[in-house]
């Protein structure tokens, strides 16, 4: 009995050292953007979010699309505005970017007569 106690206990310390690892080492979420539009409601605006990162850091963009109808762009800009990089048009989409210098850049999706769905996920990949 007292061997099988020491092994359950075992099994959940392992299990919750493990949990703890991987939400420790888990990347940081830095911000997301997920709309969806009907045909019926076509729409055009612009949402954006905006994150800080250190030249240097490794930041992972993940887009999906599912475009209807309509134009549908997603745009990094620096705190200047100036344009860092667009992400190519693509149903799914995993790309990553080096910062090359300190500031807090906006990640921008600009839609005009926009009908359908997408998704975008910023972290941090380091």
Avoid: C
């Amino acid at each position: 009995m007292k061997k099988h106690m020491i092994m359950v206990l075992a099994g959940i310390g392992i299990a919750a050292g493990a949990a703890a690892l991987w939400f420790l080492s888990r990347p940081e979420r830095l911000g997301n953007i997920n709309h969806s539009f009907s045909a019926a409601e076509s729409v055009t605006d612009r949402s954006t979010i905006s994150f800080s990162a250190r030249e240097g850091d490794r930041i992972r963009f993940y887009f999906s699309s599912n475009v209807e109808k309509g134009d549908l762009e997603i745009v990094l800009y620096d705190s200047e505005g100036n344009q860092v990089e667009e992400l190519d048009q693509a149903k799914e989409l995993v790309t990553y970017l080096t910062m090359r210098y300190d500031d807090t850049y906006t990640l921008a999706a600009e839609y005009l007569n926009f009908a359908g769905n997408f998704k975008v996920d910023v972290s941090r990949a380091d």
